[in-house]
């Protein structure tokens, strides 16, 4: 499709598991962001990679945190040992080099039990 | 660390009344504006965005106004209605490389 798809888009987890989220951007998109958004709060920036630079890790709330993108295709988001505070739904989005326009997917609503 | 903030965490109308949202941001350095739409489910949406070196844009029923002097963003949507229901995010360009930082949001509820 043309537009930036998540995959799950749901994922029920139980406390102590590990979790791997999936986002692929729209193709073309040099840059690519991901956000954390608990029931009726704001957007939480996570982590922003940018082409070949060192990504901004400056949001990843812990080391439990981690993210990976290769090249500029898709980018992967684990949460390792999670918790229930983790559970929120998490957005990933892309832009282009040229603009900071961000283009957001439908987000994978995670549930840790 | 400066952020982007809104004042008004909710607002109800009326259907067919203008609505206005505001947003207040820090960063004096911020050159880029964009508001998103958010409904219920959906990542989200862009709406309208404006630059520094404006003070107002417009677009189909929405306008957004900037005051730089005092560092505040508004949009505007005019005749309301039912399918503007969701929940409205400001964004601040904070640097050189596209790095878009995005305020709480505000929810707004529009009544029949």
């Known amino acids: 499709g043309a537009g930036v798809s998540q995959s799950p888009s749901n994922k029920v987890t139980e406390k102590g598991k590990d979790v791997e989220l999936r986002c692929d951007p729209i193709?073309?998109?040099?840059?690519l962001y991901w956000y954390r958004q608990r029931l009726g709060q704001g957007l939480e920036f996570l982590i922003y990679f940018q082409g070949n630079s060192a990504p901004d890790k400056s949001g990843l709330p812990s080391d439990r945190f981690s993210a990976e993108r290769t090249g500029e295709s898709v980018s992967t988001l684990t949460i390792q040992r999670t918790q229930q505070e983790d559970s929120a739904v998490y957005l990933c989005a892309s832009s282009r080099w040229t603009g900071p326009t961000q283009y957001f997917g439908p987000g994978t609503r995670l549930t840790v039990l | 660390g400066e952020s982007v903030g809104l004042h008004l965490p909710t607002l109800s109308v009326q259907e067919g009344d203008n609505s206005i949202i505001n947003c207040a941001y820090s960063n004096s350095a911020s050159d880029y504006f964009i508001w998103y739409k958010q409904e219920s489910g959906k990542g989200p949406q862009f709406i309208i965005d404006?630059?520094?070196?404006?003070d107002k844009r417009q677009g189909q029923r929405v306008t957004v106004l900037l005051n730089k002097t005092v560092k505040h963003l508004s949009l505007q949507i005019a005749a309301t209605q039912p399918g503007d229901s969701a929940v409205y995010f400001c964004a601040e360009n904070i640097g050189n490389n596209n790095d878009m930082r995005f305020g709480a949001g505000t929810r707004l509820t529009v009544k029949p």
């Open positions: 404006i630059r520094s070196n404006m």
């Open positions: 193709s073309g998109h040099t840059a």
